[in-house]
C-alpha cells in the first residue's frame, strides 16, 4: 500500500511569487493534516482536514496560506505571495482515526525554499 | 502553552540499550504521549505511544512516570539504523474538538559501531 506522498519534494521561489504543494493521504484516511519545520525550530501544526471540512485551522500563520482538500481525497497547501519566512520544510500527514491514539502515517516533506 | 523538553543530541554504542527522556510537566489529563522518529529525508515515523501505563511494541518501550510529568523511550538493543531524530510529542486535547500534535525539538540519536 502507498504511504503518504508529497509534490514537490524541492521548490525553489522568489519572494513575492505564488508556491501550490500537494498532498495524497494514503487512501481511506479521512484525516490530513498540514505540518512545517523551519530552520532552527521544532515542527508545527497548520490545520487538520477530516474529509473535506477544516477542522482545526489554529497553526495557519496568516492569510497568504490557504489549505483545500476538495472531494476529501488529496490536498493543496497554497501560499502566496510567498515571504522569505516561508521557508522550510512542510510536511503532510495522514491517520484513519481521531482517537488521542491513532497514529499519524507522515510523507516525506515539501522543501520550499524563497530567495 | 503545552510543550516537551528533550536533550539535543544522545550518543549511545551498538548492541546496547538507550533511554531517551522527555519532560512534559505541562500535560493533561486527556493527552496522549507520542514518540516519533525521523531518519534523513524522510518525514517522521510512528515509534510506539501511551497514556499512562508503560508500552512495549517490537520497536521500543515507553515508560511513563507516575504523575506523568515525564517519559522515557527505551530501545533496548541499539543498531545503526535506529540512528534519527526522535521526537516526543504531546497529543493534545483541543478546543477544536480532536486531538492536535504538539512536537518537541528532538533528539539526535548517534549510535557508534
Known amino acids: 500500500e502507498a504511504g503518504v506522498t508529497q509534490f514537490p519534494s524541492h521548490s525553489v521561489i522568489e519572494k513575492g511569487q505564488t508556491v501550490t504543494l500537494r498532498c495524497d493521504p494514503i487512501?481511506?484516511?479521512?484525516?490530513l493534516y498540514w505540518y512545517r519545520r523551519v530552520m532552527g525550530k521544532e515542527i508545527k501544526f497548520l490545520l487538520h482536514?477530516?474529509?473535506?471540512?477544516?477542522?482545526?485551522e489554529s497553526g495557519m500563520p496568516n492569510n497568504r496560506f490557504l489549505a483545500e482538500r476538495t472531494g476529501g481525497t488529496y490536498s493543496t497547501l497554497k501560499v502566496q505571495p510567498a515571504e522569505l519566512e516561508d521557508s522550510g520544510v512542510y510536511f503532510c500527514a495522514s491517520s484513519q482515526g481521531l482517537a488521542g491514539y491513532n497514529e499519524q502515517f507522515f510523507g516525506p516533506g515539501t522543501r520550499l525554499t524563497v530567495l | 502553552d503545552a510543550k516537551t523538553t528533550q536533550p539535543n543530541s544522545m550518543e549511545s554504542n551498538e548492541e546496547e540499550p538507550v533511554h531517551l527522556p522527555c519532560n512534559h510537566s505541562t500535560i493533561s489529563g486527556t493527552d496522549y504521549i507520542h514518540w516519533y522518529r525521523q531518519l534523513p529525508s524522510q518525514g517522521p515515523e510512528y515509534v510506539i505511544h501511551?497514556?499512562?501505563s508503560n508500552v512495549n511494541n517490537r520497536m521500543a518501550s515507553l515508560a511513563i512516570a507516575e504523575d506523568r510529568k515525564s517519559s522515557t523511550l527505551i530501545l533496548h538493543r541499539a543498531t545503526l539504523r535506529d540512528a534519527a531524530v526522535y521526537y516526543c510529542?504531546?497529543?493534545?486535547?483541543?478546543?477544536?474538538?480532536?486531538?492536535?500534535?504538539?512536537f518537541g525539538t528532538g533528539t539526535r540519536l548517534k549510535v557508534l559501531a
Open positions: 510529542i504531546l497529543n493534545l486535547w483541543g478546543t477544536s474538538g480532536t486531538y492536535k500534535y504538539i
Open positions: 482536514f477530516v474529509k473535506e471540512s477544516k477542522q482545526d
Open positions: 487512501s481511506g484516511h479521512d484525516n
Open positions: 501511551g497514556l499512562t
